[in-house]
């Protein structure tokens, strides 16, 4: 690990500003992305800022009946609270079926949205990848990318975004709320958090530099039923092959259906949404239009019809 210095945060303000100001700045909450690949040295960090003290951590209700999570809420705490189990099910679901319990335990909400690729290339410094030395190559592009994505990929990269609760996030419309390091804040929808590869594969996110996440705020309930389904190579502390987060018959409108392990972003198509009738077939196609696949990865088109085959199964026994 190389050296760095350590300082600790006295407000988001004060800690959005000390991360611009210091080139190769990063936040530090939980850890449990940051750390590793500092050990790997995939991340090289010459300064971190210590948020954990900034009393981000509740989760409240909004003046529309929703609820807003501070970003510093640990994935544990959030997918236990009864408000969460009982009105946004589909991600208590979605928290539950990740990492493990030591790990949710220190995973905060803010950190889980940053968490980076899990693409094999990404952490093998010995292979070019884009995302971690921009412009040195894509290794994954002809390598092994069983696991990879099929959406939104570019010539420049093929990776997949790993967070499951994003994925629920996505389903929920939640919305990210952030300070910059002027102190100004403002709010970003999900569905424009997360950025598709381009060309700039290394630009993960709609954030400025320094601009700090301080809450996800998620609207009133919609009802209906909520299902998590993820799909992956062993039953538990794996990443998703792919992953469908649904909600059935809710009360202000159609389903929906937003999909992990597809994209560099959770994945959802609006206009899918409006083909449950035609069952899963329908909803898939229109979901998974425009699919590039390698010759390892295709098998991914027909998991996810009968992923959602089974969600919908599911949803009508309900």
């Known amino acids: 690990m190389k050296p760095f210095t350590y300082e ?6 004060a800690a959005a500003a000390a991360v611009a100001r210091t080139p ?8 449990t992305n940051l750390l590793d690949l500092m050990k790997l040295q995939i991340e090289t960090p010459r300064h971190l800022v210590d948020v954990n003290r900034l009393g981000l951590d509740t989760i409240e209700p909004t003046a529309e009946g929703g609820i807003r999570i501070g970003a510093l809420v640990r994935n544990t705490a959030l997918a236990a609270d009864a408000r ?13 079926s990740g990492a493990s319990g030591q790990l949710r335990n220190k995973a905060t909400t803010a950190g889980n949205l940053l968490q980076r690729t899990r693409c094999p290339y990404f952490y093998d410094t010995n292979q070019p990848c884009n995302k971690r030395q921009p412009g040195s190559g894509c290794a994954a592009i002809g390598g092994f990318n069983r696991n990879l994505a099929i959406l939104g990929t570019s010539k420049d990269c093929i990776a997949t975004h790993p967070s499951d609760m994003a994925v629920a996030m996505r389903a929920l419309d939640a919305t990210v709320e952030t300070v910059m390091p002027n102190g100004q804040t403002r709010r970003i929808a ?5 950025r598709l590869p381009g060309s700039t594969p290394w630009v993960e996110t709609a954030l400025v530099a320094g601009e700090m996440i301080t809450a996800v ?3 009133a309930p919609v009802g209906g039923t909520h299902i998590y389904r993820k799909v992956r190579d062993r039953s538990s502390y794996a990443f998703a092959t792919i992953s469908v987060a649904a909600v059935l018959r809710p009360t202000n409108g159609t389903a ?3 999909f992990g392990g597809l994209a560099h972003k959770p994945w959802r198509v609006e206009a899918a949404e ?8 329908a909803i898939a196609a229109a979901a998974l239009a425009g699919a590039q696949t390698t010759d390892q990865n295709g098998f991914k088109i027909p ?3 009968r992923t959602l085959a089974s969600v919908l199964a599911e949803g009508a026994a309900a």
């Open 8 to 13: 600790r945060a006295a407000s988001p303000a």
């Open 303 to 305: 998991l996810v019809e």
């Open 84 to 96: 969460v189990r009982r009105d946004y099910g589909v991600l208590s679901r979605a928290l539950v």
């Open 217 to 219: 705020t998620l609207p």
């Open 274 to 281: 409006t083909r449950v009738d035609g069952g899963a077939k």
């Open 24 to 31: 190769g700045a990063k936040f530090v909450a939980g850890g």
């Open 190 to 194: 999900i569905a424009d958090f997360h």
């Open 256 to 258: 929906r259906f937003a």
